[in-house]
């Protein structure tokens, strides 16, 4: 059995100076953090359960678009939020140059903009549409395992949002 499509832009990020260093900051950062880190696991794990999602569903989105947008959704995380706008925000401004350095167009680079810069935005959560933000939203929230944490209950996500079973 072999995959055909094409992962080359994604690998492309994966190479990318400026990536391979927000990902070190990211470590140093969360070095001493008892809550769920921003890692490349993390970003793998929605990467994957996104495409799960996206395969289960029909969703048809493209396969370097939901990988990218996992990939580079936190990496606002690895620097200071000086003017107080968000990690949301830092990883979209972060990723954009990023994006565009490994080849993706106008289109394709908007719509993971859209979609880093919602993944924490309530509002997608009960918005029912199946494009690559609610996607990414879903597989975010879901790829924590909640059920398995020493701190669980000091952790700012509401129960609802908790992870509490296994649901892919
Ligand atoms: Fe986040
Ligand atoms: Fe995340």
Redesign the pocket.
């Known amino acids: 059995m072999s995959f055909d499509y094409n992962m080359t832009r994604v690998n492309r990020i994966l190479n990318h100076p400026d990536y391979k260093k927000y990902l070190v900051q990211l470590q140093e950062r969360e070095r001493e953090r008892k809550f769920c880190c921003?890692n490349i696991s993390h970003f793998l794990d929605v990467a994957r359960i996104a495409y799960i999602i996206n395969l289960e569903m029909k969703l048809d989105i493209n396969i370097e678009l939901i990988y990218s947008a996992a990939l580079l959704?936190?990496i606002?995380?690895a620097v200071n939020d000086v003017e107080n706008v968000g990690?949301?925000r830092l990883?979209a401004n972060l990723a954009e140059p990023i994006l565009y350095d490994c080849g993706f167009v106008d289109l394709e680079v908007e719509c993971i903009l859209d979609a880093i810069l919602n993944?924490?935005n309530e509002k997608i959560k009960v918005s029912h549409n199946n494009n690559l933000t609610s996607l990414l939203y879903r597989a975010?929230k879901l790829s924590r395992p909640c059920y398995m944490c020493d701190v669980r209950n000091l952790c700012y996500w509401s129960l609802e949002n908790k992870n509490l079973q296994l649901k892919i």
Do not use: E, L
């Open positions: 921003h959704h936190d606002g995380k990690h949301s990883s993944h924490n975010d």
